[in-house]
């Protein structure tokens, strides 16, 4: 079973998580499975962006990514080139490392 760990972010998850995945699962349902509080304004339907993260180890294992998930990706805050939408990327059978960011698009505070 592959795992996710969660880095720590300030407010959403101030310890980070080692978390237990099954491959063909999204990153963001893990995280609901597990009580963290990813937003997903749009009930992942890949129109939001608010559950944008950025994979800081094991991007190549996870699922390929559309069209819209790319134009969609393009309105996140913080956006880089291992950035994935928690509710598209469908986990494979290798470990991978995510970064919530500190902001998404419908932040109006800092943390
Ligand atoms: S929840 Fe809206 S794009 Fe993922």
Redesign the pocket.
């Known amino acids: 079973m592959p795992k996710i760990i969660f880095l720590p972010h300030k407010i959403i998850l101030p310890n980070g998580a080692k978390l237990q995945a099954k491959e063909g699962e999204t990153i963001?349902n893990v995280a609901l499975r597990n009580h963290i509080k990813l937003?997903?304004?749009?009930?992942?339907?890949?129109?939001?962006?608010?559950?944008h993260c950025i994979i800081r180890k094991g991007f190549l294992s996870l699922s390929g990514w559309s069209e819209k998930e790319d134009d969609?990706l393009d309105k996140a805050w913080g956006l880089e080139s291992e950035s994935r939408?928690?509710?598209?990327a469908i986990i494979g059978n290798m470990d991978i490392e995510v970064e919530i960011p500190l902001y998404n698009i419908n932040s109006i505070t800092e943390y």
Do not use: D, G, V, Y
């Open positions: 963001l937003e997903h304004a749009c009930e992942q339907s890949c129109a939001c962006s608010t559950c969609i939408l928690s509710c598209q």
